[in-house]
């Protein structure tokens, strides 16, 4: 079950760098015919439009396939798709060299190839979906949004959404190796038990990157525990010099996440208004960030 802490914010840790994840650009199909120029085209040019027929027909028996839970015979597939049967068999025997799909006891299922293609489009559309959600608080509040992970005993900065307009912090020092110095790391930290947090720090010791750094792991450790869940991080200039970043926590399941924001050190006065935005609409759309647990 996904939560979001949802008290007002008071100043504390850092944010995140710029990994972006926008979704593919989507063209709209050509309007051609097959095998005739397009009505634009010059007289006597090939559209560029025309489309493979042997590469039609292998998706038709693709998906003619995914259709059967328990595998269908070759003279099945050829009559369910309309294909001549030695075509049927000429384009099975690729797909199973290929990988596409398996033959077991004259039965012709899915392969491995074809559900890496399924797992892949899946996660295409989840990361799409935060990545969306994500552009509409950079777009609504104006500023560069940020959604990180703790997994594995790591700090894994899932998506960044900014623009020319709002740029992101610039990762000029490795983001995991320096959670205790940005408000992402830190929110993410104070939602971890003692002894995962000194285990973080033993591989990830405190070191200073501005002059506003926390001095070492004890100062650190004690500014963890003075966070409430219900709080909001906010963290100026300890990660970089001229920034000012806030990091709202996430509870989703037993997973430890965070959306983050940052602004230039001469907007500071904006950026408690735009964490306590940002923390007022996240539970509209926590079922989006859900999803980004199996990206």
């Not at 030695?86 to 074809?114: I, M, N, S």
Request: overall charge neutral.
């Amino acid at each position: 079950m996904a939560t979001v802490d949802t008290a007002p914010a008071e100043p504390h840790a850092p944010l995140t760098r710029p990994r972006s994840c926008t979704p593919p650009v989507q063209r709209p199909p050509s309007a051609a015919v097959p095998g005739q120029p397009d009505s634009g085209d010059a007289p006597g040019q090939a559209s560029a439009a025309t489309l493979i027929g042997s590469v039609q027909r292998a998706m038709r028996l693709l998906e003619t396939v995914a259709a059967h839970e328990y595998g269908a015979p070759a003279k099945q597939l050829a009559r369910e798709t309309g294909l001549a049967l030695p075509t049927t068999y000429h384009l099975l025997r690729t797909l199973v060299h290929e990988g596409y799909l398996r033959r077991e006891k004259g039965l012709f299922f899915l392969g491995d190839a074809a559900e890496r293609l399924s797992s892949s489009g899946a996660q295409q559309k989840r990361r799409s979906t935060v990545a969306d959600t994500l552009a509409h608080w950079r777009d609504s509040i104006g500023v560069p949004v940020y959604y990180a992970m703790y997994r594995d005993g790591e700090i894994e900065v899932i998506c960044v959404s900014d623009s020319p307009e709002t740029p992101a912090v610039e990762e000029w020092a490795d983001f995991r190796e320096t959670g205790h110095a940005h408000a992402i790391g830190q929110c993410l930290l104070s939602q971890l038990d003692e002894e995962a947090r000194r285990d973080h720090l033993a591989r990830y010791p405190v070191q200073s990157l501005t002059p506003y750094t926390v001095r070492d792991n004890h100062a650190l450790l004690r500014r963890l525990a003075r966070i409430s869940r219900m709080e909001p991080v906010v963290e100026r200039q300890e990660y970089a010099l001229g920034t000012v970043c806030a990091a709202i926590p996430v509870t989703i399941g037993t997973t430890a996440a965070t959306v983050g924001l940052s602004l230039p050190f001469h907007q500071s006065d904006r950026l408690l208004p735009a964490a306590h935005r940002l923390q007022a609409d996240i539970g509209r759309h926590l079922g989006s960030l859900a999803l980004s647990i199996s990206i």
